[in-house]
C-alpha cells in the first residue's frame, strides 16, 4: 500500500490522460554550441516515453530542461501548476569513505519515515537498509536511486539511464516495475535509456532525438520511420522488430528463476515484481549466423 497517495485506482488511467509536461520548439545552446533545436514533445499522466538517441545526442540535457535543472534558450516549456517531480540522475557516486547507509541516504530526502517504509517495502530494499551505500552493486544502488525519487510521491517521474549498471534479466525486470508503478500510482514516466531491445517493447512512446528530434511515436512505428534506419542503420532496425515471447516460467526481479509455487508465493508476497510468463521482447531469433557487417 501507497500511504502518501491517494490518487484513485490505476483503471482511471482509461479516463482523458492528464497533461503534465509540454514543450514546444525548445532550443539550448550552452557555449556558443547548439545542443538541442526545436525540440517538441508532451507528456500526459499514465505515459511511459523513453529518449534514445546517439552519445551527444542531447538526451541527458533534454531531461535537466524537464526537471528544471537547465532553462531553455529559446521556445516554450509548460509545466502542469504544482507538478511533482522524482528525478534520478545518470550517476551518483557517493565517497567511500563516507559512513552512509542506505536507510540513512533516504531518509535524507524530504520525507516522513511511512513513506520510507512503503518504499522501501515496494523495492524489496528491507535487506540493504543497514549496509553502506557504497558497498551496493549497480543493480542495487540503481533501485535506491529509484526509491529516492519516488519519495517525492511525483506526478512525474524522469530517469537518466536507470538502467546502468544492471544486468540483461535486471534490465527487463525493471522496466516492467516501471510500468507496474506508473499503473499503481498513475505516474508519467520520461526516461533515457541506450537498451534499444528492451526499450522498444517496454515503452508506450520513443523519441528519437539527435540535438533535435528524428522522430516519435509507437515503438513499431519509430523501428520502422527512415530517420530511425539512418540513425541506427537498417541492420540493426530490422533486428530491433517486435515480437512476441512465451515461456513457461517467471523470474523475480534479480532474475532468479521461480519454479515451482511456493516460490512464486514468496515472490509475489514479498514485493518482489515478476516478470510475466508472456513477455513482448525485441531481438528476432534466428538459427542463422548473424549477417556479417561491413567494417568501417
Known sequence: MWPF????????????AEPLLRLADVSLRRGGQTVLSRVSMSIARGDIITVIGPNGAGKSSLLHLVAGLLAPSAGSLWRKPGLRL????????LNPQLPLTVKRFLALSPSTPLQQQAIVSRLALAPFLAQPAHSLSGGEWQKVLLARALLSAPDLLVLDEPAQGVDPVGQANLYHLLGELRNELQLGILLVSHDLHIVMAKTDKVLCLNK???????????????????LFGPSLAEDLAVYTHHHDHNHGFHGRLVTDAAGLKKALTSGCPLVPNQSRLVRRTSLTPPRSRPQS
Open 5 to 16: 497517495t491517494t490518487r484513485q485506482a490505476s483503471s482511471q488511467l482509461r479516463q482523458p
Open 86 to 93: 522524482g528525478y534520478m540522475p545518470q550517476a551518483l557516486q
Open 212 to 230: 533535435h528530434v528524428c522522430c516519435q511515436g509507437a515503438p513499431e512505428a519509430v523501428s520502422q520511420h527512415p530517420e530511425y534506419r539512418r
